[in-house]
Structures are given as C-alpha cells and as structure tokens.
C-alpha cells in the first residue's frame, strides 16, 4: 500500500517538477562579458570548473542543450580538425531542471557509450549551474549549439548560435589567431 501512494505521489508531482525544466531564456550575444563561474564533470569524472581551466590561454566551449544539438556540434569539432585550429576545447552539454540532474547517471552513462573513452575528458556535462549558462547565452531554439571563445580572463571573445558554417569557422579560427599574439 505504501509503494502504490509513494508512486501516485510521485505521478502527481510528475508535471510540476517537469514544468521546472522547460524554463527557456532568450537567444542572447554575450560577447565581452565574463564566463559564468559553473562547475561541471568530464566523463573521465574529473571535476571541472569554467571557466578557470581557460585561465591564461584562450579556451573554446560548445555548448549543447539538446541531445540532437551533437550533429551541430560534430561538424564544428571536425572542422576545428581538419582547419588546424590549435584551441583548447570542451563540449559542454548543459541540461538545466530538476530532472535531468536526477537523471545525471543514465545521461552520462548514454554519452559514455556513444564518446571513445579517450575523448571523455574532453566532455563536461553542467547540470546544477546548468541555469546559469542558459540564461548567460539563451537556451530557446536549443538546436544549434552556443560556441563561445573565452580569451584568457574569460570574458567572451567570439560567440556564435546560428548553426556550423565554413565562413564561422573561418571567423572563429581568425579570432584564434589574434588571441593567440
């Protein structure tokens, strides 16, 4: 009898906290503004704070909202690849609401099994800050992943959400090359 109120009760409260994750902020450029401080954990678990791993070099971000947004941003990492575009990078999929962090585990355990263990490292899943860098580049139309440039005091020094292109690519990899004189 207990386990079937504990389920109702957990039915009933389904909606409420699920309306708790689908707060979407407006589309925003932040360019010359600091980095929110987040913390966030490869999935090598190793625990990640940004943006102070960007501190003293320029440090790339693609942000993902959406599980599909990895198309958009698999274009950019092969780009950045066969352009040469020397950077240090990470992917971070940032999932804000009560939900996907109490499903932090399955989340990552599903990126686990579609990332090469070599690359985990490289893959910073944001889930309790997740808000602040929502509201910090817009999540509404999550589809193509925020690139965001931190110079080295991590402030943003290029920031695109239009979707890969060749001519942002080669606007990206000129911002390099200037932050790096």
Not at 15 to 25: E, R
Not at 47 to 69: C, R, S
Not at 78 to 86: A, D, N, P, Q, R
Request: hydrophobic letters at 45%.
């Amino acid at each position: 009898m207990r386990r079937l109120a504990a389920l109702l009760l957990l039915l009933a409260a389904i909606p409420f906290v699920a309306g708790g994750c689908s707060t979407t902020y407006p589309r925003r450029d932040p360019t010359g503004e600091p980095f929110p401080a987040v913390r966030g954990e490869a999935l090598d678990g190793t625990a990640v704070a940004l943006p102070d791993v960007g501190k003293g070099a320029p440090l790339l971000l693609l942000i993902g909202y959406q599980q599909n947004t990895q198309f958009d941003l698999d274009r950019w990492l092969l780009g950045l690849s066969e352009t040469g575009v020397k950077v240090r990078a990470f992917e971070v999929p940032t999932l804000p609401g009560l939900m996907p962090g109490l499903a932090s585990g399955f989340i990552d355990g599903g990126m686990r099994r579609g990332i090469p263990k070599e690359d985990w490292g490289g893959v910073v899943t944001v889930y309790g800050d997740a808000k602040a860098i929502a509201q910090f580049t817009g999540n509404d139309d999550g589809l193509p992943g925020r690139i965001v440039l931190l110079d080295k005091n991590g402030l943003v020094a290029w920031f695109h959400d239009r979707g890969y292109s060749v001519g942002s690519l080669r606007a990206l990899q000129q911002k390099v090359g200037e932050l790096a004189r």
